[in-house]
């Protein structure tokens, strides 16, 4: 999936209910989200509200319908939705926090460099540095809606998933084919 943001509301970083933004990647791990804090988010950049928003780190934010639409069509322990709120709007959303994390890239044929100490970026040393990425089906072992193992900032869906979401009219993503 990438995002087609022309136009669009651009969403900040979710915050705690104290305004103290979770740390960048929270939902890239997939883990299960575990605490009660009220989560809250501003509207960063005005546009037109969409139903899957793009936050300030690859946290993903969808309209409460569309979290139900992936509910409905997903294994319940593949995903989670986050209730969190919009400052100034009052339509329901929630973080999809995607739980699965699959080791598939097919580095034979995927373009892509590691991070290392040198680069400045403790917090991503060991994890690709992607400039094309192929995917081996195989390993995907039939994950409809999944993270990459080591390159967590992508989000990946079949097509069943993709012509779900096109068909419930989703607005604010493009989707982009991967081998």
């Keep these: 999936m990438d995002f087609d943001d022309h136009g669009q509301w651009y969403l900040d970083q979710p915050t705690?209910?104290?305004?103290?933004?979770?740390?960048?990647?929270?939902f890239w791990r997939g883990k299960r989200w575990t605490s009660s804090t009220a989560l809250k988010t501003k509207?960063?950049?005005?546009?037109?509200?969409?139903?899957?928003?793009?936050s300030g780190a690859s946290e993903y934010i969808v309209s409460k319908t569309l979290m139900d639409v992936l509910?409905?069509?997903?294994?319940?322990?593949?995903?989670?939705?986050?209730?969190?709120?919009?400052e100034d709007y009052d339509d329901p959303y929630e973080i999809l926090n995607?739980?699965?994390?699959?080791?598939?890239?097919?580095?034979?044929?995927?373009?892509?460099?590691?991070w290392a100490p040198e680069d400045g970026r403790p917090?991503?040393?060991?994890?690709?540095?992607?400039?094309?990425?192929?995917i081996d089906a195989i390993k995907t072992n039939n994950h409809e809606l999944?993270?990459?193992a080591g390159w967590?900032?992508?989000?990946?869906?079949?097509?069943?998933?993709?012509n779900l979401l096109v068909k419930n009219g989703v607005t604010?993503?493009?989707?982009?084919?991967?081998d």
């Design 146 to 148: 999944f993270r990459i």
């Design 71 to 86: 509910r409905d069509a997903l294994p319940e322990n593949s995903l989670q939705g986050i209730p969190v709120v919009i």
């Design 152 to 162: 967590r900032i992508a989000l990946i869906c079949s097509e069943r998933i993709r």
């Design 43 to 54: 509207v960063r950049q005005e546009g037109h509200p969409v139903s899957f928003s793009h």
């Design 98 to 114: 995607v739980l699965d994390v699959v080791d598939c890239v097919d580095e034979s044929r995927s373009d892509f460099s590691i």
């Design 172 to 178: 604010g993503v493009r989707f982009m084919p991967v």
């Design 16 to 26: 705690n209910e104290n305004g103290t933004e979770l740390v960048t990647g929270t």
């Design 123 to 134: 917090e991503m040393v060991g994890e690709y540095r992607m400039n094309v990425l192929k």
